[in-house]
């Protein structure tokens, strides 16, 4: 089919970007920058190109006309290919350049100003990217506030009065949580033994523990970044990044451990179906669930290490005369950090909502982009209960706003709600349960293959997940999950 | 000017398709290969199309009418990029096509052929390419004879016939050279204290000799791979691959000191011409001469060791009471090989000359593809005394032919001639001698580049090495320096 064969050449325009994006952020020369962002452009170009032309039209509609009895699969495909024509075709390609113009010039701005801690100097270029931002919703239309057709793009399907209502709910729960977690955690004040931890020794027990929960690297790699991530060069070629603390093996385990889970959804997605919806992640609120099941749920959990504590203690000769138990106390500290990225399992979601909030504020037009830093210290505030020391460490701590990334915080924590209900429906089977216990995690790597990846972008979010897990998406696994770890 | 503008974007395009083919060859997973594929094929299309379009053609017939009083490298890019495009519009799409299936097929029957040692089950892929070959050589059209119009493609403006005639004329002392070569290392048997030489170690060894002789890694990197290649990914990102053997440091090194040359000429080239004729290297028998320059005539000197061999002895212990003289006697071994890229200085020129003549003949049709492994062997034993065990170490033992690539072998000798010359005329000003001797080769390569890398492809191949050596091209330097070497 026609619209099938345009799909699959998209996939592999977007793909050789990907190849190339990889090889950017992991082996490219220092002076080779310029030129790589001319590769970049103009494959992004052809790929918009592609996807909005007339061509791409009349074969969708020829599709779409002709589907009075095909399967389900397919009109799921038809469904999302027009979902995304219709999105993309709604900017005009004047737009799209001005966008990424901008995004481009206030990267660089934002990377001076944090730097400084100068908002001012930030300050113009995201009054422009908030413009932007609110054209392009202006553009694609929504149902109750323009941060719908923002978060859309994300996580389609939901709406951001939902969203905020989530937040509002869970926003008692989560913050005394956090409070008493980092009390008792300050009362600990657990500490690793110090290193080195040999990087080439990181390395081979990461690679073995990625191995161990089916990370298939006959389909994939680990390579060294600065800012760690996992992309999709091919359809059986799943890159994982991480980078290297010598002081603390567990950073980069851990982030092995994350990127480990978006890669074990993307080598589970369909193969043959590359390029098509349902060979597709379906959006960052369950791509963010696999990395954080595999991340925190197994990779914190005691039986995880019951396991693979002695390897660890082998490999790692500091290790020897520090208890599991220490260990484990370790993992599971929690303290209040100004920012995000650094942040605790038990004190994460504070972080996304205070952003959430702002950020819903800025694109309605009820928060000026000159009050964006006090109004980011006092919600700061009240939530962590002090303010941060600049602006370096408050607004300007994240590039996503610089990327003209607007809409998508809110997935973080959406993602560990997800991670949470899924994992717990599928330890409802007590075969997975005893495995898991076992650190066998192949039974509950099958499940997530069966529920979770194989259906690709199919099905909507909330569907994938009240098919999965038995019940419509709910925060009540989440929380207990973080009382049974920190309470 | 817009015929700059679309040969620059063609080279974004190319350079594109260099990463993903650096990529596959050094990184690539297992499983992830026929996606690959269809990037490269995407690409590639890409390119030719561009490069074949009638938009293209009128973009260079306007500058070319708007040309009468420019520079003279204007001249020569519209010159160049005018031979371009009339070979690649000489082309019909359907030839192209029906080339690059064919040696994709080839490909892998001559794998399968070169295990089993079996010519047969090769032949029918070696006539279908002998016919697309000529084919496109009547449609490029020649002088004298079909192999010229195959030549053409890697070393502009030569004849068959007179490389013929040069190569004729040193069969003789290239034999006596070699079988002299051959006796005085066999008396001698030089062999290198036994491993392992540890790969980190070779790799921290082999990069600071590419850094001595000047390549920037600030625009270039050097990788692992199975068959070492250069390949440049952009104006300042030059990839060099080696590969490793525990037993032989050295195999490693002349590796990267090879693919450096090669390097260090990519680097060379004006990097604000990327694309255009001007920025771009004029042919593989220019090419080959900066690599077989570092390789043979600065890394196998003894000049070079007097320098490095101290910190190769700090670097591998077992080199500690090894002589400096036992060593370069291993350096210069000599022995008559089967397989060509085993073969050492003093032989490998033997091997060029017997397959040039066997493909000037397949081509001229005066050899049949039944009758090719007789002849190879026949050829082989007059010049190397002995018959090849069988076809794998005989007309199978490369996969130039079964890729198509049927014309070139000529080049690597011709890269030999004219390294030679270059090193001799450079060797004239006695500054570069002296800091030559000195193992300080900035000189040398300030001299290279202003000679040879800096003109690009704006002089046919015989011009530039007149203008840089002052003589026409000759084999008298290189006859020189193997005497000097061997005898």
Redesign the interface.
């Known amino acids: 089919m026609q619209i099938y064969d345009m799909a699959r050449?998209h996939a592999?325009?977007s793909?050789?970007k990907a190849?190339?994006g990889w090889?950017q952020e992991t082996?490219?020369?220092?002076?080779?920058a310029s030129?790589?962002a001319?590769?970049l452009a103009?494959?992004s170009a052809?790929a918009h190109d592609l996807a909005t032309s007339e061509a791409w039209r009349r074969a969708l509609e020829t599709a779409e006309a002709s589907d009075s009895a095909s399967n389900p699969k397919h009109r799921a495909n038809l469904r999302e290919l027009r979902r995304a024509f219709d999105r993309a075709t709604k900017l005009p390609t004047e737009l799209v350049a001005r966008s990424a113009a901008a995004s481009s010039l206030a990267k660089h701005a934002w990377a001076e100003a944090r730097q400084r801690a100068d908002f001012a100097a930030f300050a113009p270029h995201l009054q422009t990217l908030l413009d932007i931002a609110r054209e392009k919703a202006d553009r694609w239309g929504y149902a109750g506030e323009p941060y719908d057709a923002l978060l859309e793009g994300y996580e389609r399907n939901t709406s951001t009065a939902a969203v905020a209502a989530l937040f509002d709910s869970l926003r008692p729960e989560l913050r005394e949580i956090a409070q008493r977690a980092v009390e008792v955690s300050a009362a600990h004040s657990p500490h690793l033994p110090p290193g080195p931890y040999p990087v080439a020794a990181q390395q081979e027990f990461n690679a073995q523990v990625a191995a161990a929960v089916g990370f298939?690297?006959?389909?994939?790699?680990i390579?060294t970044t600065t800012h760690p991530f996992c992309t999709t060069?091919?359809?059986?070629?799943v890159r994982l990044t991480t980078r290297y603390d010598e002081a603390d093996f567990t950073s980069s385990l851990f982030g092995v451990l994350h990127e480990t889970g978006h890669g074990l959804y993307e080598q589970g997605l369909p193969a043959d179906d590359?390029g098509l919806p349902s060979g597709a992640s379906v959006s960052l609120g369950i791509h963010e669930s696999q990395s954080r099941l595999w991340e925190n749920h197994i990779g914190r959990s005691r039986a995880f290490w019951n396991h693979w504590y002695p390897l660890a203690q082998r490999t790692f000769p500091q290790l020897a005369e520090f208890p599991l138990d220490d260990f484990l106390r370790y993992l599971w500290r929690a303290a209040f950090s100004q920012i995000r990225v650094e942040a605790d399992e038990a004190t994460y979601d504070l972080h996304i909502l205070l952003r959430f909030g702002l950020e819903r504020r800025m694109i309605a037009g009820t928060l000026a982009v000159a009050d964006v830093p006090a109004a980011w210290n006092e919600g700061f505030a009240e939530l962590f209960g002090f303010a941060p020391e600049d602006d370096r460490h408050g607004c300007l701590q994240d590039i996503h706003w610089a990327m003209g990334g607007l809409g998508y915080f809110a997935t973080y924590s959406l993602g560990n709600l997800n991670a949470a209900q899924l994992h717990a429906a599928a330890r409802r089977d007590p075969a997975i349960a005893t495995a898991c216990d076992a650190a066998d995690y192949a039974p509950l790597l099958a499940w997530l293959r069966q529920h979770v990846h194989a259906h690709g972008a199919t099905l909507d979010p909330a569907d994938l997940l009240t098919q999965a897990t038995g019940s419509p998406p709910s925060p009540t696994a989440y929380l207990a999950h973080l009382r049974t770890r920190y309470l």
């Open positions: 050449e592999v325009i793909s050789a190849v190339i090889d082996y490219l020369p220092a002076a080779a030129h790589r001319s590769q103009w494959l052809r298939d690297f006959q389909a994939g790699r390579d060069l091919g359809p059986r070629d590359f």
